[in-house]
């Protein structure tokens, strides 16, 4: 029951979040447009954000692969992971995913494609050659969970509309600081005063809304992988390795990091400031290894 409430409610949040996106986008280009007496800044920040919303939903997946660096496998290349997918798939009732290896000793994975049908798993080498059996299946579960949850579909459009944010705002700012007509009137300055306070606190709390809603994701993934495979363990114990495991992933990026499983930037000395994990990607991996036990009795 979990799961198809899950389900239901990032379908549903993928749309509302597609209206907020767009009234956020609207705003910001109406308030400068108002302030430069320009109606085009309008119609171009709308038009732009549009086409590079519909751009990066459609080929995300294709662009994260190919920022990764990560290649193709089938049942040949790769048959011990191929049945594992396979297996943990028709448990979930999914459709077999794609899947993919990043040559990289870091242990880390990813899920990610706009839905089920277009599902992606990706995995390190490291992630191969260094967790067992049960560890493997319970990383794989927590992956394929994003993916029946449409996680992957709802945190694609989190990241991509976060980011285009983020550009028209930088775009509304540098037009401000260095040029553009404005009349000298009360009422454009009072538009350029509320465009400039929302252009710098608009990507802030977009940004802040994205990391949130990351965190809650690796939270039911991490449930819902444990319900799949019914050892709740072997996720734990994964996460543990992961814990443990301070290499960086040579291949991740600020713009993919939230889909791994664990932050893929490591600390030497495996701390953190509270101000860092204000803008972590990822729950701390103690809590989820404590709550998954305890899912284990």
Known sequence: MLTYT?????????????FAFLIV????????SQAYGAPQILVLAVIFSSVSALISYFYSDKITLSLSGAREVNLQSSPELYRLVENLSITAGLPMPKLYIIDDS??????????????????????????????LEGVLAHELSHIGNYDIRFMTLVVILV????????????MTMFGGRRDNNNSN??????GIALAILSPIIATLIKLAV?????????????????????????????????????????????LYISNPFKSKDGRTSWI??????????????????????
């Open 189 to 194: 300055a009072v538009f350029l005063v509320v």
């Open 276 to 297: 860092t994990n204000l803008f972590n990607t990822h729950p701390p991996l103690e809590e989820r290894i404590k709550r998954l036990r305890q899912m284990g009795g």
């Open 106 to 135: 870091a242990i880390n994975a990813f899920a990610t494609g706009r839905d089920p049908k277009h599902g992606v798993v990706c995995v390190t080498t490291g992630i191969l050659s260094r967790l067992d059996k049960p560890e």
């Open 6 to 18: 899950e389900i239901s409610k990032n379908k549903r949040n993928s749309v509302l979040l597609i």
């Open 25 to 32: 986008i609207t705003g910001l280009g109406f308030v400068f």
């Open 214 to 258: 990351s965190r809650k994701r690796e939270f039911l993934a991490d449930a819902s992988g444990a319900l799949l495979t019914r050892y709740p363990e072997g996720l734990a114990s994964a996460l543990e390795k992961i814990a443990a495991d301070r290499e960086p992933l040579e291949a991740a990026n600020k713009a993919t990091a939230h």
């Open 163 to 174: 980011g285009i944010i983020t550009l028209i705002a930088d775009w509304m700012l540098r």
